[in-house]
């Protein structure tokens, strides 16, 4: 890792490549054996200075977070041993970034005298991502570098900034247009100047005075300790601490806070969460298969799926054209395109040119035959297995070869709609969720015939458009729908026992849920499930006829102002559900007439139906094979379903309380 190039050693800079395939993460191990490297060099009297900078395309992707699995052994080398050998070294020391600088990676850059980025670099501390504060003098260095306002931004945020942004902020010193390690070396000419040696400040723009303001202000932005801010709170005490205590002790205080966060539930958790969704595409079973080309999409169906959809693609770069022979559907979505873009205008993230450009990228049409180009169509027309049978035989006779048609059905039959045509082995479920441009996830879901390069090129296609791609086998209400009809029946199970719907979502609420699941019903409209349970037959029917009585009365939810609640426009823009009595009375009328006594039951039996729930369900679709992996359904639902991604998703939360045993 000593300098090779003899230019660099005319410099007397030793280069220190941080390569640990695939992303340098700094494992313990690779930490020993860069400790080493870097005492080489201290011990080297002809090198004046150390760059950093890192192979495979990144500086580092920070630690290894499996090394957080398991109680840290007591002799573990880890980053903060490297960065404190740094800290005591009396050499100049220069970060070349390159690619991805994160977590731990970033913190080994914030230790040195400067920081060199190439403008595609980009840098983060993700930590707050995993239920964890910077814990390697992140939280110190930060605030002593921009300030702290900045600082508890960027942590609490835990997303990536561009080089440019980053040395607007002052995080790094330069950007250099060709080689970092070429004006790193340069740098490393410079004087030392270590961060920890300097005052940390709140902002350019603010006195001293205002500290305890920006950490009040932090503290109310932030969720609370009990709904999955606990690492937050500890990330802004810990930032607290580097205003009002000296660098050694600010580092003492951040170093208890990661110990205590890294053995956390919540944290667990969330890094279940982040291995779970690096497994979603490994297929067992499914040979490595090339993914098609996807340059051109299809859209059939105007409506406010169609248009997401539309959205979604054009956003990720990809021309698309719509169908849709109504006039009326077609000016909608038009306006709705329109005002996605120019929101994203008003919010800063796009350009007016950009919006431009990318509002043009989708094209309405009535004309089939223009569907001729694309290399995959999307059919997001009315729930009916006839329509949508219909949809496809078309499509078969209109799109080219190659091209892999989807249906964004939510629980109808893929096969049925591959038989309608030759190609079934190019035909797969594409299910999005409402907004389909916003939410994060998407179901993949493959019939008897899909192929592999299907399968494969819309896991591809999901990447593309950012999302968590789960692969769903052909059931039912594939993985997320299948498993809410459960939730939502025993939630009615708990309402017919005397509970009021007010209650019941208020413990889920508790626990954590952005809503219970009579809000929910109620967004998505009553009517729906009504049709849906009756599809379903027997198995689906409920014990009392609650549900036909609100749907009867008009009650449909919130776009008839009442469904199990009821709304007012003036509460909370007419979408917060208020108690209504009324539908009490109708679940106490019902459940007399079907027998079923009243009982007292506690919060916690709530919980624990409504998530055992869940979790049987969740069981028994990776007996039946519908889900690949216990992993697979906690994505669906932490990213589907609002469950509280701190308790892992309901596979997860089984494992860690056993409560479906409860249930
Ligand atoms: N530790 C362990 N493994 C990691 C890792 C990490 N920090 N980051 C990525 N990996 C692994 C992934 O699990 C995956 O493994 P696999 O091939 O066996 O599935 C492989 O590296 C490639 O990762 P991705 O599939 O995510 O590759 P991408 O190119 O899509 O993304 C990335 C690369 C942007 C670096 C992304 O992996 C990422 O965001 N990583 C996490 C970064 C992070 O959270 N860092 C903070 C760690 S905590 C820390 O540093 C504590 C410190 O403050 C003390």
């Known amino acids: 890792m000593l300098p090779s190039d003899p230019a660099l050693r005319d410099q007397r800079a030793a280069v220190i490549t941080l390569d640990n395939p695939p992303v340098n993460a700094l494992s313990f191990a690779y930490c020993k054996a860069l400790l080493e490297t870097i005492e080489v060099a201290h011990g080297n009297d002809a090198v004046e200075a150390v760059v950093f900078t890192g192979a495979n395309g990144l500086f580092s992707a920070g630690a290894d977070v499996n090394d957080f699995n398991a109680e840290i052994p007591p002799d573990a080398v880890t980053i903060r041993d490297v960065i404190a050998a740094v800290e005591a070294s009396v050499k100049v020391h220069v970060a070349a970034i390159e690619g991805n600088c994160l977590g731990g990676g970033l913190e080994?850059?914030?230790?040195?005298?400067?920081?060199?980025?190439?403008?595609?670099?980009?840098?983060g501390?993700?930590?707050?991502?995993?239920?964890?504060?910077?814990?390697?003098?992140?939280?110190?260095?930060?605030?002593?570098?921009?300030?702290?306002?900045?600082?508890?931004?960027?942590?609490?945020?835990?997303?990536?900034?561009?080089?440019?942004?980053?040395l607007e902020l002052g995080l790094i010193d330069e950007?250099?247009?060709?080689?970092?390690?070429?004006?790193?070396?340069?740098?490393?000419?410079?004087?030392?100047?270590?961060?920890?040696?300097?005052?940390?400040?709140?902002?350019?723009?603010?006195?001293?005075?205002?500290?305890?303001?920006?950490?009040?202000?932090?503290?109310?932005?932030?969720?609370?300790?009990?709904?999955?801010?606990?690492?937050?709170?500890?990330?802004?005490?810990?930032?607290?601490?580097?205003i009002e205590l000296s660098f050694p002790f600010g580092i003492a205080r951040e170093t208890r806070f990661f110990d205590e966060l890294v053995r956390s539930k919540p944290s667990s958790s969330l890094r279940h969460l982040f291995f779970a969704e690096r497994e979603l595409a490994k297929i067992p079973g499914v040979p490595e298969a090339e993914p098609l080309p996807i340059e051109g999409v299809g859209v059939v169906g105007a409506g406010t799926m169609g248009s997401g959809i539309a959205i979604a693609f054009a956003q990720a770069g990809l021309p698309v054209i719509v169908v849709d022979s109504n006039d009326e559907a077609v000016d909608k979505a038009r306006q709705t395109v329109m005002g996605m873009f120019m929101y994203q205008v008003q919010k800063g993230r796009l350009t007016q040119e950009e919006a431009w450009?990318?509002?043009?990228?989708?094209?309405?049409?009535?004309?089939?035959?223009?569907?001729?180009?694309?290399?995959?169509?999307?059919?997001a027309v009315f729930e009916n297995l006839d329509v949508k049978r219909d949809v496809f035989r078309k499509l078969d006779a209109v799109a080219k070869p190659s091209a892999i048609l989807a249906s964004n059905t939510s629980t109808?039959?893929?096969?049925?709609?591959?038989?309608?045509t030759k190609r079934s082995d190019r035909v797969l479920g594409l299910h999005f969720f409402v907004p389909a441009n916003i939410m994060p996830l998407l179901e993949i879901v493959r019939g008897k015939a899909t192929s592999a390069q299907t399968i494969a090129t819309a896991f591809k296609v999901g990447k593309t458009l950012r999302k968590k791609a789960v692969l769903s086998g052909n059931a039912f209400g594939f993985i997320g729908n299948r498993i809410i009809f459960d939730y939502l029946r025993e939630a009615t199970a708990l309402a017919e026992e005397g509970v009021a719907p007010a209650r019941i979502d208020a413990v889920m609420k508790a626990f954590g849920f952005p809503m219970g699941p009579?809000?929910?019903?109620?967004?998505?409209?009553?009517?729906?499930?009504?049709?849906?349970?009756?599809?379903?037959?027997?198995?689906?029917?409920?014990?009392?006829?609650?549900?036909?009585?609100?749907?009867?009365?008009?009650?449909?939810?919130?776009?008839?102002?009442?469904?199990?609640?009821?709304?007012?426009?003036?509460?909370?823009?007419?979408?917060?559900?208020?108690?209504?009595?009324?539908?009490?009375?109708?679940?106490?009328?019902?459940?007399?007439?079907?027998?079923?006594?009243?009982?007292?039951?506690?919060?916690?039996?709530?919980r624990d139906r409504l998530l055992g729930a869940l979790i049987c369900r969740g069981e028994r679709l990776l007996e039946e094979g519908v889900a690949l992996r216990p992993g697979d359904i906690d994505i669906v639902y932490v990213y589907g379903y609002g469950f509280p991604p701190h308790h892992g998703g309901p596979m997860w939360y089984a494992q860690e309380t056993k409560v479906a045993s409860r249930a």
């Not at 080994?108 to 980009?122: G, I, Q, S």
């Not at 900034?161 to 980053?166: F, M, T």
């Not at 450009?357 to 059919?379: C, H, M, P, Y």
């Not at 209504?580 to 109708?586: K, R």
Request: glycine content about 8%; aromatic content about 4%.
């Open 108 to 123: 080994l850059a914030l230790a040195c005298d400067y920081r060199v980025a190439t403008p595609e670099a980009k840098l």
């Open 357 to 379: 450009k990318r509002g043009q990228s989708i094209r309405f049409t009535d004309d089939w035959n223009e569907l001729a180009g694309a290399d995959l169509i999307v059919e």
């Open 175 to 242: 950007i250099a247009e060709a080689s970092a390690i070429e004006r790193a070396t340069v740098l490393a000419k410079g004087r030392k100047r270590r961060v920890s040696e300097r005052q940390a400040f709140i902002a350019k723009d603010l006195p001293a005075q205002a500290g305890p303001y920006v950490v009040a202000q932090a503290h109310k932005m932030v969720p609370s300790e009990e709904n999955g801010g606990v690492a937050a709170h500890k990330l802004i005490d810990a930032v607290q601490a580097s």
């Open 518 to 606: 009579f809000a929910m019903s109620d967004l998505s409209g009553l009517d729906i499930g009504l049709a849906v349970q009756k599809a379903r037959g027997a198995e689906a029917l409920g014990r009392t006829n609650v549900l036909e009585r609100l749907v009867q009365m008009n009650r449909l939810g919130q776009k008839t102002m009442a469904g199990f609640f009821k709304y007012d426009k003036s509460v909370g823009k007419g979408r917060e559900p208020i108690r209504d009595p009324e539908v009490e009375a109708i679940f106490a009328d019902e459940a007399r007439k079907s027998g079923i006594a009243p009982r007292e039951v506690s919060d916690e039996e709530i």
């Open 125 to 166: 501390l993700p930590e707050i991502r995993l239920g964890l504060l910077p814990g390697a003098g992140g939280t110190q260095r930060l605030p002593r570098l921009i300030g702290a306002r900045a600082a508890l931004e960027f942590m609490l945020k835990g997303s990536s900034i561009s080089a440019q942004r980053a």
């Open 412 to 420: 109808l039959d893929i096969d049925a709609l591959a038989e309608a």
